[in-house]
Structures are given as structure tokens and as C-alpha cells.
């Protein structure tokens, strides 16, 4: 039921800009973390940023502090993460989750979009 579809990704030049999408639907995501997460080829899923739903707050990688911005628009149940100043490490798939942040019940996982830098 609960769906979080991601969209936004493809193919840029490194310095160039993408502006990633995820749709959550399926529930209201109130108490829920919403967050970007990225799997580079042949390496394990890693964190790249964190909004809470409620509040805004927002929490960001070392590696992407200062260049990606993430974002939402409650009212459009939609989660933005803004990538600026892009790199070739940047290339991955980028992965939308939603973390209900009770220990007993496991996050949601959009099917990830693919970002790719080119030098």
C-alpha cells in the first residue's frame, strides 16, 4: 500500500545539477523520517541526507554537506533532494526511504533512480 516512487535521476555533466522526486503515498508519513539514501556500483547502501516530515529538520553526509539540499512539500506528500555541484562519485542509485523511527517497524523503500556524473 505504502509507495514511494522516485524520479529526477539521469545523466549530467560534473558541475551540473539534478533535482530528485519522491512520491510517498499510501499513508500520512507524520513522526517519519524521510530520507535519501545512494548505492554506488559494487558498494554497500549509504545514507546521503534526512528531513523530518513534522518539523524540517535536516541532517546531511559529510560527503554531500554543502552541495545536495533536501527538501518536501507536505501538502504534495513529495520529498526533493536538490544535487548541485555534482561529482563523478556521485554516481549511483539514489534511493527514497521513509523510517517511522519506532524500532519494531522497518522503513519504506522507493525502487531508486539512477544518478550518473560524467567527467
Known amino acids: 500500500q505504502v509507495q514511494l516512487v522516485e524520479s529526477g535521476g539521469g545523466l549530467v555533466q560534473a558541475g551540473g545539477s539534478l533535482r530528485l522526486s519522491c512520491a510517498a503515498s499510501?499513508?500520512?508519513?507524520?513522526?517519519?523520517?524521510m530520507n535519501w539514501f545512494r548505492q554506488k556500483p559494487g558498494k554497500d547502501r549509504e545514507f546521503v541526507a534526512s528531513?523530518?516530515?513534522?518539523?524540517?529538520?535536516?541532517y546531511y553526509a559529510d560527503s554531500v554537506k554543502g552541495r545536495f539540499t533536501i527538501s518536501r512539500d507536505n501538502a504534495k506528500n513529495t520529498v526533493f533532494l536538490q544535487m548541485n555541484s555534482l561529482k563523478p562519485e556521485d554516481t549511483a542509485v539514489y534511493y527514497c526511504?521513509?523510517?517511522?523511527?519506532?524500532?519494531?517497524?522497518?522503513?519504506?523503500w522507493g525502487q531508486g533512480t539512477q544518478v550518473t556524473v560524467s567527467s
Open positions: 528531513i523530518s516530515w513534522i518539523s524540517g529538520s535536516t
Open positions: 499510501g499513508r500520512t508519513f507524520n513522526g517519519y523520517s
Open positions: 526511504n521513509a523510517d517511522p523511527q519506532v524500532i519494531e517497524l522497518p522503513p519504506y
